[in-house]
Nanobody, 122 residues
Framework: QVELVESGGGSVQAGGSLRLSCVAS?????MGWFRQAPGKEREGVAA???????YYADSVKGRFSISQDSAKNTLYLQMNSLKLDDTAMYYC???????????????????WGQGTQVTVSS
């Protein structure tokens, strides 16, 4: 069992930046950030493997950056140039296994955090 606790959400104006953090209680093979806006399905935003390989959704490439501090079991998501469409609840997810499964697919992740709200206003 891996517990995940997110932090760092908040309200920001369009064009601004936020950094999300997620602390994991145990080691994982891959961790990811997902988001869900009201009335929309949850979507994968970014993911990073233990070895440091990263994956990004097209909608955030060049604006968001995922990273990790393995010593602290902490995952980060640096979000720059935020847009109104980035408004959503952001969730941290973790998979402790090695599987041949798409990095941004919800189904590959066993553990989920409670989420942190990001609101971007004009």
């Amino acid at each position: 069992q891996v517990e995940l606790v997110e932090s760092g959400g908040g309200s920001v104006q369009a064009g601004g930046s936020l950094r999300l953090s997620c602390v994991a209680s145990g080691s994982t093979r891959i961790m990811g950030w997902f988001r869900q806006a009201p009335g929309k399905e949850r979507e994968g935003v970014a993911a990073i493997t233990r070895s440091g390989t990263t994956y990004y959704a097209d909608s955030v490439k060049g604006r968001f950056s995922i990273s990790q501090d393995s010593a602290k079991n902490t995952l980060y998501l640096q979000m720059n140039s935020l847009k109104l469409d980035d408004t959503a609840m952001y969730y941290c997810a973790a998979d402790p296994t090695l599987r041949n499964y798409a990095a941004l697919a919800q189904g590959r992740y066993y553990y989920w955090g409670q989420g942190t709200q990001v609101t971007v206003s004009s």
